[in-house]
């Protein structure tokens, strides 16, 4: 049908090993750094305003305590 050329829905994951700056012991300058991973998820819609352009839109909800509760993203792309 013609809204399914336009418009689909889905679910995305997303897994990133990232770093994170820690306050400096002792007050100094220096920082500390840790690894930690970020897990999150949620629904995607994909719309297809003309048959090369897509626009994703995301929302993305934390499924650990080192993931940010809610992020969203858009991705916009031409397809050759």
């Known amino acids: 049908s013609a809204i399914d050329e336009k418009l689909s829905l889905g679910v995305e994951l997303a897994m990133a090993q990232v770093s994170k700056l820690g306050d400096a012991t002792g007050g100094g300058f220096t920082e ?14 994909r719309f297809h305003p003309t048959s090369h352009a897509h626009i994703i839109l995301t929302e993305f909800i934390g499924l650990n305590n080192d993931a940010h509760e809610y992020r969203t993203t858009m991705i916009a792309g031409w397809e050759f």
């Open 32 to 45: 500390t750094r840790s690894h930690v991973y970020e897990v999150s998820a949620g629904p995607s819609i």
